[in-house]
């Protein structure tokens, strides 16, 4: 799997909530939402982030 073009994985192979987030971090701050998922976990380990009641992962 080529993960360097977020614009062809992204809709190819995620799920629907999943992938409107990655297309959003995506789109956004122009970077691959390949390499968030780690910091991702990283963070809500820590009690960093957490969801909200309306879905976002930012608190």
């Known amino acids: 799997m080529n993960w360097q073009n977020p614009d062809e994985w992204i809709p190819e192979r995620l799920t629907e909530d999943v ?10 701050t122009g970077v691959n939402p390949r390499y968030v ?16 009641t309306v879905g976002s992962v930012y608190s």
């Open 37 to 52: 998922l780690g910091s991702n976990k990283l963070m809500a380990n820590y009690s960093l982030i957490e969801e909200t």
């Open 19 to 28: 992938k409107d987030i990655a297309q959003q971090i995506h789109s956004e």
